[in-house]
C-alpha cells in the first residue's frame, strides 16, 4: 500500500485565492510527522510546514496551513493567497517513528500553476 | 534554515565513466545524510541512508556496488555512481538530517542533474 498519496496530478489556481493540495497517508505507527515540500523548476526542495502526529493544533507557517485530520489519516495542504511564486510541485512526505533510524516517504506530488 | 551544499549542480558524462557528488552540511554536522533520486515528472525515492563512520544502509533495489557512499565526516557524505549507464540519468538530491538541541528536521541539498551519455 502507499505510504502517501496525493490524488491531483495537477491543480490551477487564481492569484489571491486560496488552494488545498490533498495528502493522505498510511501508517500504523502511532509517532510520525507529516511534511510538504515545493521543488520549484530549479530543482530545489524547499520545506514548508511540519505536523507531529501528537501536535494538538494544526501547523501554519505564513500562508501555509495544514489541514491535519487524524482519523481519516490526511494532512491537507492550504495555501492562501496564491502568488505566481507559488507556481511549483509540492511534495507531501511522512516520517514514521520518533527515535533511531527514520526515513521520509514522498508522495508522487501536485503539480500547482498560479493564474494571473 | 540550515544550509546543504551539492557538488557539482550538474555533470554529464560517458558511459562506463564514474561521476561523483559531494552533499555537505555547511552549519551544522550532519550524522546522517540521506540520498534520493528523482526522475522527470516523480517523486524522490530514497536510495540510501549514510550514517557516518559506518557503512551506508541501502534500500531494497539499490545496487550497493554501483552506487558508492561515503560518510568520512559530520559535514560530508559522497555518492559515487560507478561505471555509469544511461539509465542512471537522473536527479540525485541529497539531505541532512539536523537534530541540534530539540530540532530533528531534514533539509535538502539543490540537487545535481547526472546525465550519462
Known amino acids: 500500500a502507499q505510504k502517501i498519496t496525493q490524488t491531483q496530478p495537477g491543480m490551477f489556481v487564481q492569484e489571491k485565492e486560496a488552494v488545498t493540495l490533498d495528502c493522505t497517508y498510511d501508517t500504523s505507527d502511532p509517532s510520525y510527522g507529516l511534511f510538504w515540500y515545493k521543488q520549484p523548476s530549479s530543482g530545489e526542495m524547499i520545506f514548508l510546514i511540519y505536523?507531529?502526529?501528537?501536535?494538538?493544533q494544526n501547523a501554519t507557517e505564513g500562508r501555509y496551513s495544514l489541514n491535519f485530520q487524524k482519523a481519516r489519516k490526511s494532512a491537507n495542504l492550504v495555501i492562501s493567497a496564491s502568488q505566481l511564486g507559488d507556481s511549483a510541485m509540492y511534495f507531501c512526505a511522512m516520517r514514521e517513528g520518533l527515535e533511531g533510524y527514520q526515513k521520509v516517504t514522498f508522495g508522487i506530488g501536485t503539480k500547482l500553476q498560479v493564474i494571473p | 534554515g540550515a544550509v546543504v551544499s551539492q557538488h557539482p549542480s550538474w555533470v554529464i558524462c560517458k558511459s562506463g565513466t564514474s561521476v561523483k557528488i559531494e552533499c555537505r552540511s555547511l552549519d551544522f554536522q550532519a550524522t546522517t545524510m540521506f540520498w534520493y533520486r528523482q526522475f522527470p515528472k516523480q517523486s524522490l525515492m530514497l536510495m540510501a541512508t549514510?550514517?557516518?563512520?559506518?557503512?551506508?544502509?541501502?534500500e531494497q533495489g539499490v545496487e550497493k556496488d554501483k552506487f558508492l557512499i561515503n560518510h568520512a565526516s559530520l559535514t560530508l557524505s559522497t555518492l559515487t555512481v560507478t561505471s555509469a549507464h544511461p539509465e542512471d540519468s537522473s536527479f540525485y538530491i541529497c539531505?541532512?538530517?539536523?537534530?541540534?538541541?530539540?530540532?530533528?528536521?531534514?533539509?535538502f541539498g539543490p540537487g545535481t542533474r547526472l546525465t550519462v551519455t
Open positions: 549514510s550514517n557516518e563512520g559506518s557503512k551506508a544502509t541501502y
Open positions: 539531505s541532512a538530517r539536523d537534530v541540534r538541541g530539540t530540532r530533528d528536521e531534514q533539509y
Open positions: 505536523q507531529g502526529s501528537y501536535d494538538q
